[in-house]
């Protein structure tokens, strides 16, 4: 069994092979190598480059999980989830190389980028509960995929900014947090529009129901089998 100090060997040399090749370049063997462990090790490990990138999203969730800020408990959501989301750009600043390869891969690939946006959508979905935003079921999915959306965005500014106090990658997730509070509005109306119909429709089946079962009491009384007998029986 592949233990936890390898696992870990195996993905860091992954990040460092990105910052220096393409995804595309970088093989499960090439990997192995790098890291100076058996291919077998490497199968123990991942099986898969899309599971490297899933254990790097899960290292960057743990980090930010862990640093959030607990001061942050009486702050707006929206404030709550900026500080999150600008928590999370700090912790891949130690991969930016990595991520930018990853994004170029994405990019040239829109079944890879399917399988990033899972990926990045998942991850999403604990920075909205570290935000103390707690979203479940169709709802829960769809906020996270457009918070997924969204971050992607954010990073591309990130990538291609040079200033270390990252004002124009602030003031992109400033702009795409409006967008989604404005998205949100939208998305509560429709669920409220849903409710109204789905309410509608459980007591329109009932009304139905009563209505079919007087009809069937109508039935039984006036049938041979209910009512009088007929006359001249």
């Known amino acids: 069994m592949t233990t936890a100090k390898t696992k870990q ?11 220096e090749h393409s ?10 190598e790098s890291a100076k462990v058996k291919l077998s090790d490497m199968r123990g490990a991942y099986g898969s480059k899309l599971e490297l990138v899933a254990a790097f999203a899960q290292l960057i969730d743990t980090k930010v999980l862990d640093e959030r800020d607990e001061d942050m408990g009486d702050q707006p959501p929206r404030d709550r989830l900026f500080d999150i989301l600008m928590s999370r750009i700090d912790a891949l600043a130690e991969h930016k190389d990595a991520v930018r390869s990853l994004h170029m891969a994405a990019r ?45 965005r954010v990073v591309d ?21 409006d967008s989604g509070s404005s998205f949100m509005k939208r998305l509560n109306g429709i669920e409220s529009v849903a409710k109204g119909v789905r309410s509608f429709l459980r007591k329109a089946s009932k009304g139905r129901r009563r209505r079919s079962r007087h009809s069937a009491d109508n039935f039984e009384r006036d049938s041979d089998f209910g009512g009088e007998e007929p006359a001249g029986a």
């Open 108 to 152: 040239r690939d829109p079944a890879l980028a399917l399988d990033f946006n899972r990926l990045e959508a998942r991850s999403q979905k604990w920075m909205l509960i570290a935000a103390g935003i707690e979203v479940s079921g169709l709802k829960g999915g769809v906020v996270a995929q457009g918070l997924a959306i969204a971050f992607s």
């Open 157 to 177: 500014t990130w990538l291609n900014e040079t200033d270390e106090g990252m004002p124009r990658t602030m003031a992109k997730l400033d702009k795409e947090l």
């Open 9 to 19: 060997k195996i993905l860091q040399t992954f990040l460092n092979l990105l910052a």
């Open 23 to 32: 995804y595309e370049h970088v093989s499960l063997p090439l990997i192995a």
